[in-house]
């Protein structure tokens, strides 16, 4: 069963303005999210992780918000550009879990294409 | 600075041949992680190493599914007696931190049997 749900598998966006992924998970156990970018043919490439601590990190154009309550992430570009333009894969871990021992659960991806 | 590299990048197997898929890790990295990733989908666990030892296995498909990583840097995923439903792209994964947190990730090899 799919513990990290990305519902969307595409979006759209025009350059400068905001793009937002959502991603959904099941597992209450989770407390560490991140977001990897992938351009094809080529590995994941890590963006920004958040803490289940805290609602919101931030790192330039790229914003997580976390709502627990709701297991319930998002990532903001802003403003978006066309280099943006890639799969987003939202990740969740159990840090330090005995049960789970690091590993990364992906959802299924959100083909982001931002144009000029 | 070096990232994670695997060799090789592209592997073609007819049905029946053995296979083995090697990982580089980034230089000082204790934890490394093996997933594959299937056309359309997320990557999937298969395997996780601390250093030498193999702590986590439950992901290999089946027995035919084996990794090492002997000295607790370069790590191969073998893959004997290959099936049309093992295509897919193999992703390996290394992280300066045990636990969940963050990994990087080489380009992988995609794997194709015929």
């Known amino acids: 069963d799919q513990q990290v749900k990305q519902n969307s598998p595409s979006l759209s966006v025009q350059e400068g303005r905001i793009s937002i992924l959502n991603c959904d998970y099941t597992n209450s156990m989770f407390d560490y999210f991140l977001w990897y970018k992938k351009y094809p043919a080529e590995g994941p490439t890590f963006l920004i992780s958040i803490s289940s601590i805290k609602d919101k990190n931030e790192d330039g154009r790229f914003t997580v918000f976390l709502n627990k309550s709701a297991k319930h992430l998002s990532l903001h570009i802003v403003p978006s550009q066309p280099g943006d333009s890639a799969v987003y894969f939202c990740a969740a871990s159990a840090l330090d879990r005995g049960s789970t021992l690091g590993r990364l659960y992906f959802g299924r991806g959100t083909q982001l294409t931002v144009w000029p | 600075g070096a990232g994670v590299s695997q060799s090789p990048r592209y592997k073609v197997a007819k049905r029946g041949q053995d296979v083995a898929l090697r990982c580089d890790p980034i230089s000082g990295h204790v934890s490394l992680f093996w997933y594959q990733q299937a056309l359309g989908q997320g990557p999937e666990f298969l395997t996780y190493?601390?250093?030498?030892?193999?702590?986590?296995k439950s992901g290999l498909p089946s027995d035919r599914f084996f990794a090492e990583r002997p000295e607790g840097s370069v790590s191969t995923l073998k893959i004997q007696r290959t099936q049309q439903e093992d295509s897919a792209v193999y992703l390996c994964?290394?992280?300066?931190?045990?636990?969940?947190?963050?990994?990087?990730f080489g380009p992988g090899t995609r794997l194709t049997v015929t």
């Open positions: 994964a290394s992280s300066a931190r045990t636990g969940g947190y963050e990994q990087y």
């Open positions: 190493f601390q250093n030498e030892a193999q702590l986590d």
